[in-house]
């Protein structure tokens, strides 16, 4: 299995990474400082934790057990990620990877020889509900980015 170069175009923000959290809830060695995540486990992954919180935040705490399939826990599921309204992706690399929280419905991504047309007036385009789903989010989570505000951000990502 190769691996593969990304680049993608999402609006939010960056998060950097374990060793330079960008945010003021810094700890120890620039980790995230926060009362749901322990950045000395290394079993724990930043966005799966950062999920469990949303998810939460929202209402959805059900679990996937195997009868889930059958009696609409997908649906629920879906209905909770629809009010989050942000995913997490990652920039960097699998070995360093930095995280970025972006507004679902604005990510594009392009791999090795593709390209991405880009037109200046979309991205301009007043995008209802992103600022505001960005806002809850990061308030759910008990962030505060040193990022001044959501932005377009293009970041690369080799794996």
């Not at 505001?132 to 809850?136: C, G, M, R």
């Given at each position: 299995?190769?691996?593969n170069v990304e680049a993608t175009l999402a609006y939010g923000y960056d998060l950097g990474s374990m060793e330079d959290f960008r945010a003021v809830q810094r700890g120890e060695y620039d980790s995230p400082d926060l009362p749901w995540f322990d950045p000395d486990d290394e079993d724990a992954s930043f966005p799966d934790e950062a999920e469990k919180v949303?998810?939460?935040s929202v209402g959805f705490t059900e679990e996937w057990t195997p009868a889930s399939k059958d009696n609409g826990y997908y649906d629920r599921k879906k209905a909770a990620e629809q009010q989050i309204?942000?995913?997490?992706?990652?920039?960097g690399s699998h070995d360093y990877p930095a995280f970025v929280l972006y507004a679902t419905g604005s990510k594009q991504s392009v791999d090795w020889a593709q390209t991405m047309t880009l037109d200046p007036n979309e991205l301009m385009a007043p995008r209802p509900g992103w600022d505001?789903?960005?806002?809850?989010a990061l308030a759910s989570l008990g962030i505060t980015p040193t990022q001044a505000g959501p932005r377009w951000l293009v970041f690369p990502f080799y794996g």
């Open positions: 299995m190769g691996m949303l998810f939460a309204g942000v995913d997490f992706d990652y920039a505001a789903k960005l806002t809850a």
